[in-house]
């Protein structure tokens, strides 16, 4: 986690129960902060506040003695910067570090009156001895004042919320893909070309280990597979085959056609079938199944004129998260006027890129055998794309 001169002083979380107030973290969370020995002391990042106590007491072991010159601001947003307050009541003395905009959004949250100040740019160092940081803003890569540190003589890449996973580090403390796709695709997702920017810019450096605010650090193949993954996602490009069939349905009928559609896309040799009832699986799950895989069905049941409200939630999520570049086949049910399928093609009208297969499969109540020659049908399509 750490050499001799940079050491790990973040936290794990396990008293979370959602991260953003939205995404299920099972395994918890970790918040990750570094501190730099050297002939300056320089502390990348602080934690969550629930944490201070717990945080200040890592820092203050890894010190042994010393006080820090410098607080590296990279990301404002509470989960990092929550405890810059405790850490300014401990050290007065430090000098925060940040860009412009890093200083504008932390008056947002606290009071920085006199605390000295280091205002950085793209492309400027720090010098603290035997290690430089060399900063490059990483803007929406959450947040608009996001910057990355480059640490030239251990050449550690410090990428804020990039490269993190969901996960406390004592219950994952590797890279998983599922963990570190649902992170990124629902956290980062809709901000694909930014994320693209500051690849390019790694690209460009020679980097030994990415450490994130969250999850593990990473070196050697699991960077280079973590890299490759974030080219994968961050252009949305479909990362694995397979279909997801995503279903809502009010009493079962929709899923039983979204099962069978299931069966018959395996008895064909489908490498891959997702289903997700959108009312019981986590809905950032399924999300970032529909980033996964190229194709997704979507199964709803006419609701009150429209649609079952699960369904319209997931569309407006995927929209939310610029889901896009997808082929997307529609299987509808209503008993008297069905509306299902009209509403979902209007939601995904608002989508870039996304191909409609035709015609849509509409079923009337419980799904019968008449029902089975356009669910086989739509399974051709599907399989045909
Ligand atoms: C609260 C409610 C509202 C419904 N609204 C409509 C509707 O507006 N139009 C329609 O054709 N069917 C409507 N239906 C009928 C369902 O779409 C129909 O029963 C369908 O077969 C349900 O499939 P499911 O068993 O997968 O929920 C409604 C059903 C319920 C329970
Ligand atoms: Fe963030
Ligand atoms: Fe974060």
Redesign the pocket.
Known sequence: MASEQIRYIGVNDHEIDLFEGQYDVPSGMSYNSWVILDGKVCVMDTVDRSFAQPYLKNLEAALAGRRPDYLVVSHVEPDHASSVQAFLDAYPEVTLVGNAKTFQLLENYFVLGETRRLVVKEGDTLPLGEHTLRFTLAPMVHWPEVMMSYEEREKILFSADAFGQFGALDDMPDWDDDEARRYYLNIVGKYGPQVQAVLKKAAALDIAAIHPLHGPVLQADAMAHALAKYQIWSTYAVEDEGVLIA?A?????????AEKLADLLDEAGCPDVVLADLARVDMAEALACAFRFGKVVLCA??????L?PFMEDFLHHLKAKNWQKRTVGLVE????????AKTMRELLAGMKEITVLEPAVT????PKTTDLPALQALRDAVMAE
Do not use: D, R
């Open positions: 279903y349905s009010l009493h079962g009928n929709t899923a039983a056609a049941s006419t609701y009150n004129a429209g079952m049910n209503g008993s008297w006027a069905p509306m299902a079923i009337k109540g419980a």
